[in-house]
């Protein structure tokens, strides 16, 4: 069974920067995993951020991060990362790890992820 664990949320100021860690343990290295980073607010749906394919490193953001976060991963064996920088109060929201196997298309629906973690919090003060 696929579980992950996030960590490295906090506080910041605009303009600071954190990075997300995101540890997936159980997964069968004889599948491929679109996994990644969804973010939800209170009162809002939880939406899409950014998606790391494991089959060849493809990415893909939300246009409301794009240039300012970086989705990465060194080898299967470490961590997924997110690294946010130039952070703004809007950014501020729980962070959740998410994973599906196969590819990354719809990659912003959360209904298509078979596996979520229990989320880490951004809070960004102005």
């Known amino acids: 069974q696929v579980q992950l664990v996030e960590s490295g949320g906090g506080s910041v100021q605009a303009g600071g920067s954190l990075r997300l860690s995101c540890v997936m343990t159980?997964?069968?290295?004889?599948?491929?995993?679109?996994y990644g980073w969804f973010r939800q607010t209170p009162g809002k749906e939880r939406e899409g951020v950014a998606v790391?394919?494991?089959?060849?490193?493809?990415?893909i953001y939300a246009d409301s991060v794009k240039g300012r976060f970086t989705i990465s991963r060194d080898n299967a064996k470490n961590p997924l990362y997110l690294q946010m920088d130039n952070l703004k109060p809007e950014d501020t929201a729980m962070y959740y790890c998410?994973?599906?196997?196969?590819?990354?298309?719809?990659?912003?629906?959360?209904?298509?992820?078979?596996?979520w973690g229990q989320g880490t919090q951004v809070t960004v003060s102005s």
């Open positions: 998410a994973a599906k196997v196969g590819s990354c298309g719809l990659w912003g629906s959360t209904e298509n992820y078979n596996y």
């Open positions: 159980g997964y069968k290295s004889y599948y491929h995993y679109c």
């Open positions: 790391f394919y494991t089959r060849n490193g493809d990415t």
